[in-house]
Structures are given as C-alpha cells and as structure tokens.
C-alpha cells in the first residue's frame, strides 16, 4: 500500500534501448554539488533536465511566510525537472541538494531532439507524469486529512523507502534527513516533530543516533500512519 505514496522513475533509463541511453549519456553534463545548493527555483525558465548520479535532491515549495513544504526527495538514478520542459512552462517548484551530490544536465534542445527520436522515451515519460500525478494527488489526499502523528508515521515510511539501496535491498537503512527537513515534509514546526519522534523511540517504533533514524517496527508504523 505505501507505493501508491512513492514517485520513482529510475526505471526511465534502465527500460531504455542501448541507442537511447548512448544518446542521453552523450547529451550529459555532470557537475558535483555540494549539500544545499540550489539546482533550480519556482518560476524561473527550465532550460534542460537533469539526472541524480549520486545524491539526495529535495523538491519543495516556500508559502508567503517563507516556510518550506518539501513534495518530494529524489534518489540517485531519478531524472527531474522535465515536466516543465514538456509542457513549456516554468518551473513549478524549487530543487536542492541535501547531501553532496553528482548531477548530469541535458540541455532542453539535446533533450527534445532525443525525445524526437525515441518513442520508447516519450512512452516512459508519459508513465512517468501519469504516476507522478497520482503520488502527489495521493499525498493531498491523505496528508490534508491526517494529523502530525500519522503524517509523521507515513514520512518515515516514504524515506525509508528513498533511502535505502536498490544494490543492496538487505542492507540496513539509516534516514539521514535533517529534523527541520523532516519537519518541512511532515508539515508541522521542528518543536513539535521531535516530541514525535521521541514518542516514536518510547514506543520502540524507531531508533536514533544524532540525525540518524531507523525504523524497527514496521507494522505498528503503518498502523499509525492510518492509509488503508
């Protein structure tokens, strides 16, 4: 059920043709980032797409009082910001770092002129919108409705999700995001986001070392988190 929760398109480039893939790595640019540098901010003009190398990249609006409300975290492997390519508009969101980062740039014309060559890649594109759309019209639905403690619960079970590693699905996983991160995806003040989570580890749902958090009990977290 949490997947219906969880945008990812790193099976963009995996279902891709060799041609294809050859293409867009031709096309790629890669610069190191460091951790919160800006990548790109709400309203300005896209001028190509990128792709996450290496990384954790943070997609968030800022309200008129200047507070963040993070939509989504991108992982390595994930392609960004070509919604605004193909619908021609400006970008609807702003992107940073979280970590140091290694990010690949495509131009906008290199990237068009691939899209006009692969029909394989306008296909996933378009599966990849359509899926994104649902996420995030799923994400409304329930984080408008919940309170912090079950939104708290289903964050933690997203990142969970994001930070562990498709290389190694047995491997332990440790969320990395900083308190006022997750208070920013949550949607509720740091102050109150740490009551949370130490009630968490009272419980035993979690356990924690400086920024570090893990989940131990699975199955009273998504309890909480309340989206059946």
Do not use: W
């Amino acid at each position: 059920m949490i997947s219906k929760f969880i945008f990812n398109n790193q099976y963009l480039f995996d279902e891709l043709p060799e041609s294809d893939k050859n293409l867009l790595t031709g096309a790629m640019k890669t610069k190191n980032y460091r951790k919160n540098e800006p990548i790109f901010t709400d309203g300005t003009k896209p001028n190509g797409v990128y792709y996450l190398n290496e990384g954790k990249i943070k997609k968030y609006k800022v309200d008129n009082d200047g507070r963040e409300q993070i939509i989504y975290i991108y992982s390595s492997g994930e392609f960004f910001g070509y919604s605004a390519i193909l619908s021609n508009e400006s970008y609807g969101d702003t992107t940073s770092t979280l970590e140091n980062s290694v990010i690949s740039f495509i131009s906008k014309d290199s990237f068009l002129d691939i899209l006009s060559q692969s029909s394989v890649l306008s296909r996933l594109l378009l599966k990849s919108l359509s899926h994104e759309f649902s996420v995030m019209a799923n994400l409304i639905a329930v984080l408008s409705h919940r309170t912090v403690r079950e939104r708290a619960a289903l964050s933690l079970l997203i990142l969970h999700d994001k930070y562990k590693s498709n290389d190694a699905p047995d491997e332990e996983v440790f969320i990395t995001l900083s308190r006022v991160d997750l208070a920013n995806m949550v949607g509720t003040a740091r102050e109150t986001l740490a009551r949370i989570i130490n009630d968490f580890k009272q419980e035993k749902l979690i356990r924690s070392e400086g920024r570090k958090i893990q989940i131990i009990n699975f199955k009273q977290l998504i309890h909480i988190a309340n989206f059946y």
